[in-house]
């Protein structure tokens, strides 16, 4: 559903959020054996994420990742559309490129409705509160 970039920036910006919560800041190698991710291309994601405010970064010997106030309350939905774009809510699931409401496909209504829950949950999925599930393990990160 996301690009594989997509899926290490979501699991990503959870697990700083978690250790956001407790004061702390994430190096890269802790993320990315937190997310069970590769070093190189979660070091290159984040460096993106900064550069677009959605994570905040500390060089130095006490630095690494964290979120500020304004990015501890950021949506899913805003790190999917910073990786992604919006091309999951507007293209066609078959490919097709002049799918529409007046000329669908075969699955275009249906694929709307699916798209819109997809975004609404997305929208509604707060990294503070998905940082306390993590944190109570209900939610996990890294395959077991």
Same mark, same amino acid.
Request: with cysteine.
């Given at each position: 559903?996301? +690009?594989?970039?997509?899926?290490?920036?979501?699991?990503?910006?959870?697990?700083?959020?978690?250790?956001? !919560?407790?004061? *702390?800041?994430? $190096?890269?190698? *802790?993320?990315?054996? $937190?997310?069970? @991710?590769?070093? /190189?291309?979660?070091?290159?994601?984040?460096?993106?994420?900064?550069?677009?405010?959605?994570?905040? @970064?500390?060089?130095?010997?006490? $630095?690494?990742?964290?979120?500020?106030?304004? @990015?501890?309350?950021?949506?899913?939905?805003?790190?999917? !559309? +910073?990786?992604?774009?919006?091309?999951?809510?507007?293209?066609?699931?078959?490919?097709?490129? /002049?799918? +529409?409401?007046?000329?669908?496909?075969?699955? /275009?209504?249906?694929?709307?409705?699916?798209?819109?829950?997809?975004?609404?949950?997305?929208?509604?999925?707060?990294?503070?509160?998905? +940082?306390?599930?993590?944190?109570?393990?209900?939610?996990?990160?890294?395959?077991?």
């Amino acid at each position: 559903m996301f +690009s594989k970039t997509c899926e290490y920036a979501i699991r990503a910006m959870i697990y700083i959020a978690h250790t956001s !919560r407790a004061g *702390q800041k994430a $190096g890269i190698k *802790q993320i990315a054996a $937190g997310i069970d @991710s590769p070093e /190189h291309f979660i070091a290159k994601i984040l460096q993106d994420l900064s550069r677009k405010r959605l994570v905040q @970064s500390l060089k130095g010997p006490n $630095g690494g990742f964290y979120l500020d106030e304004m @990015s501890k309350n950021r949506s899913l939905l805003d790190v999917v !559309r +910073s990786v992604d774009g919006d091309s999951f809510f507007s293209a066609c699931c078959l490919g097709l490129k /002049h799918c +529409s409401e007046s000329h669908p496909c075969p699955v /275009h209504h249906e694929f709307k409705k699916i798209r819109q829950q997809t975004h609404d949950m997305l929208a509604n999925a707060k990294l503070t509160e998905l +940082s306390v599930a993590l944190e109570n393990e209900i939610i996990f990160l890294k395959r077991k």
